[in-house]
């Protein structure tokens, strides 16, 4: 049977997204684009203690920043609305009773302050409590209750949870696309709880098998650490009977820490000064911010390159990657089973790498942004020509401003020490002279600047050196910026002129 390829990122909103999850939902946006399937945006919002206001904004900003498309979803619709579960309450209470009624699961009436009087038994026996066949007709299940009573403390309101009956000492054999043939014997596994009456919600492994079901999803991609709920998962389509239709599940390798070992994390972030997070955050509740890989200057093309490299290969040494070249090569086939190290130098490495491949073109909006955030208004033209000259020397957009700025606005001070080396003896006359030279030049190209001024260099005796550095305290203030012929160039020769009076008008010459 050859099935349409549907895959579903379903984020729980509990958080801003980590860019662990921004991975996950760009693999699965790669391999529903190379076989022409379809992407789905599920919300997984079932769990009402963890819900964080504003995080699924977050979600769908961060993935429209990455250009990662959903088909079909939240902010999207289509023929599965609504894919937010908590509007989809009313589905999944049909579901587990169907699964009790199959003898796959069952009613408990437990309360947490018995089930923790018996994890502190266990635990002072040295065991660990489990949830499963040894205690479930023990304790007040409708296992063990009869099905009047069972009836009766539904009807008087008792609290209940619908668990998963895990068989007792059976093999689940699973196939994972990228670790292979995996066996578990159920009676490691406990009864999980599908169901709560208290809020009336599914838990994630009941919502997350309906939805999957009734989604049509064809492939499960998601984090590593939902392996371990793989076995219950296959016995929940086993329950159901839904095993033909079962998606295939492969589980992606852990992002980990830059030093290696463990799970990469805010607190790595917060230590080694990178963002874990593709934006900014500010949680609502503690008000505490977060970084972001946006207002930290990356690129957003630049970013998915480097996160598509953590954890797939493409087999060959290229590096660089466009969304469409990740599409056309990407496969799960040569995603590793290892975790990623996470390196923040690799990632600043790729955004310059962006930066330099751009065009003037490419570059406009994102110079235009940093110039209208300093208030100047300039073509778009203009604001391309700027950044594509400073181009090789940019790592992160947050460094534009200081590369360009130069070009818009004449120094208003200068830099002290290059005042002292340059503003002496015969320099600051011959400032004077050279820009009559500069105002007496008809093709102010940049070429043309240069060979008349080299001319008259030579006819004078000066050094280059001396001319062009005492030029640059002039035009940009500092000791930086890039040749002083692509200056001349750029802001021209009135403003060249300007720009020399300027600072002699303003800085008395040190003889
Ligand atoms: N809601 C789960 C999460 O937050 C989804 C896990 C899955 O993809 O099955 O990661």
Same mark, same amino acid.
């Given at each position: #049977?050859?099935?349409?390829?549907?895959?579903?990122?379903?984020?729980?909103?509990?958080?801003?997204?980590?860019?662990?999850?921004?991975?996950?939902?760009?693999?699965?946006?790669?391999?529903?684009? @190379?076989?022409?399937g &379809?992407?789905?945006?599920?919300?997984?919002?079932?769990?009402?203690?963890?819900?964080?206001?504003?995080?699924?904004?977050?979600?769908?900003?961060?993935l429209?920043?990455?250009?990662i498309?959903?088909?079909?979803?939240?902010?999207?619709?289509?023929?599965?609305?609504?894919?937010?579960?908590?509007?989809?309450?009313?589905?999944?209470?049909?579901y587990?009773?169907?699964?009790?009624?199959?003898?796959?699961?069952?009613?408990?009436?437990?309360?947490?302050?018995?089930?923790d009087?018996? @994890?502190?038994?266990?635990?002072?026996?040295?065991?660990?409590?489990?949830?499963?066949?040894?205690?479930? =007709? &023990?304790?007040?299940?409708?296992?063990?209750?009869?099905?009047?009573?069972?009836?009766?403390?539904?009807?008087?309101?008792?609290?209940?949870?619908?668990?998963?009956?895990?068989?007792?000492?059976?093999?689940?054999? #699973?196939?994972?696309l990228?670790?292979?043939?995996?066996?578990v014997?159920?009676?490691?596994?406990?009864?999980?709880? +599908?169901?709560?009456?208290?809020?009336?919600?599914?838990?994630?492994? $009941?919502? *997350?098998?309906?939805?999957?079901? +009734?989604?049509?999803?064809?492939?499960?991609?998601?984090?590593?650490?939902?392996?371990?709920?793989?076995?219950?998962?296959?016995?929940?389509?086993?329950?159901?009977?839904?095993?033909?239709?079962? !998606?295939?599940?492969?589980?992606l390798?852990?992002?980990?820490?830059?030093?290696?070992?463990? &799970?990469?994390?805010?607190?790595?972030?917060?230590?080694?000064?990178?963002?874990?997070?593709?934006?900014?955050?500010?949680?609502?509740?503690?008000?505490?911010?977060?970084?972001?890989?946006?207002?930290?200057?990356?690129?957003?093309?630049?970013?998915?390159?480097?996160?598509?490299?953590?954890?797939?290969?493409?087999? /060959? =040494?290229?590096?660089?990657?466009? #969304?469409?070249?990740?599409?056309?090569?990407?496969?799960?086939? @040569?995603?590793?089973?290892?975790?990623? @190290?996470?390196? !923040?130098?690799?990632?600043?490495?790729?955004?310059?790498?962006?930066?330099?491949?751009?065009?003037?073109?490419?570059?406009?909006?994102?110079?235009?942004?940093?110039?209208?955030?300093?208030?100047?208004?300039?073509?778009?033209?203009?604001?391309?020509?700027?950044?594509?000259?400073?181009?090789?020397?940019?790592?992160?957009? /947050?460094?534009?401003?200081? +590369?360009?700025?130069?070009?818009?606005?004449?120094?208003? =001070?200068y830099?002290?020490?290059?005042?002292?080396?340059?503003?002496?003896?015969?320099? !600051?006359? #011959?400032?004077?002279?050279?820009?009559?030279?500069?105002?007496?030049?008809?093709?102010?190209?940049?070429? *043309?600047?240069?060979?008349?001024?080299?001319?008259?260099?030579?006819?004078?005796?000066?050094? $280059?050196?001396?001319?062009?550095?005492?030029?640059?305290?002039?035009?940009?203030?500092?000791?930086?910026?890039?040749?002083m012929?692509?200056?001349? =160039?750029?802001?021209?020769?009135?403003?060249?002129?300007?720009?020399?009076?300027?600072?002699?008008?303003?800085?008395?010459?040190?003889?």
């Open positions: #049977m050859n099935r349409e390829v549907r895959v579903r990122f379903a984020p729980s909103p509990t958080g801003p997204l980590h860019i662990g999850g921004v991975r996950t939902a760009l693999y699965n946006y790669l391999f529903a684009r @190379r076989n022409n &379809k992407m789905i945006l599920r919300i997984e919002d079932t769990d009402s203690q963890r819900f964080v206001p504003g995080a699924e904004d977050y979600i769908i900003e961060s429209k920043w990455c250009g498309e959903i088909d079909e979803g939240v902010g999207v619709g289509g023929p599965h609305a609504p894919y937010r579960q908590s509007e989809r309450r009313e589905i999944y209470l049909k587990a009773k169907q699964l009790i009624d199959a003898g796959w699961a069952y009613y408990a009436f437990d309360t947490p302050e018995e089930l009087t018996l @994890r502190k038994e266990a635990e002072a026996e040295g065991k660990t409590f489990a949830y499963n066949f040894e205690v479930r =007709e &023990k304790l007040p299940t409708s296992l063990s209750l009869s099905a009047q009573e069972v009836e009766e403390r539904i009807a008087r309101g008792e609290q209940w949870v619908v668990r998963f009956k895990i068989p007792k000492d059976e093999v689940v054999a #699973m196939d994972d990228i670790r292979g043939h995996v066996e014997n159920t009676s490691t596994l406990d009864d999980k709880v +599908l169901y709560k009456s208290v809020d009336a919600l599914p838990t994630y492994h $009941l919502a *997350n098998i309906v939805d999957d079901h +009734l989604m049509e999803v064809s492939h499960v991609i998601r984090g590593e650490e939902w392996l371990p709920s793989l076995p219950l998962h296959y016995l929940l389509y086993r329950a159901f009977g839904w095993d033909d239709t079962r !998606p295939q599940f492969a589980h390798p852990l992002l980990l820490k830059p030093t290696g070992g463990g &799970k990469l994390s805010k607190r790595d972030g917060d230590k080694m000064g990178f963002p874990v997070f593709p934006l900014f955050w500010q949680s609502p509740t503690t008000g505490e911010t977060s970084r972001g890989y946006r207002e930290d200057g990356y690129l957003a093309e630049a970013f998915i390159n480097m996160l598509a490299l953590l954890g797939w290969n493409p087999g /060959t =040494e290229q590096e660089i990657f466009s #969304m469409q070249e990740l599409i056309d090569a990407f496969s799960l086939e @040569r995603v590793s089973k290892a975790g990623a @190290r996470f390196q !923040p130098d690799k990632a600043k490495w790729f955004n310059a790498q962006y930066f330099h491949r751009m065009t003037a073109e490419e570059l406009a909006p994102i110079s235009q942004s940093v110039l209208r955030a300093h208030g100047i208004e300039c073509s778009d033209e203009l604001a391309g020509r700027a950044a594509n000259i400073m181009k090789e020397r940019v790592t992160l957009t /947050t460094e534009l401003w200081d +590369l360009i700025s130069f070009f818009f606005v004449a120094p208003n =001070e830099d002290e020490k290059l005042v002292k080396k340059q503003w002496k003896g015969e320099n !600051p006359k #011959m400032l004077a002279e050279f820009k009559e030279l500069l105002l007496s030049i008809e093709d102010f190209s940049k070429e *043309n600047t240069e060979s008349v001024v080299k001319a008259w260099i030579e006819e004078k005796g000066f050094s $280059l050196g001396q001319v062009m550095n005492t030029l640059r305290l002039a035009l940009v203030g500092a000791g930086k910026g890039p040749g012929f692509d200056v001349t =160039e750029f802001i021209g020769k009135e403003e060249c002129a300007k720009r020399i009076d300027n600072l002699i008008k303003s800085v008395t010459p040190l003889e």
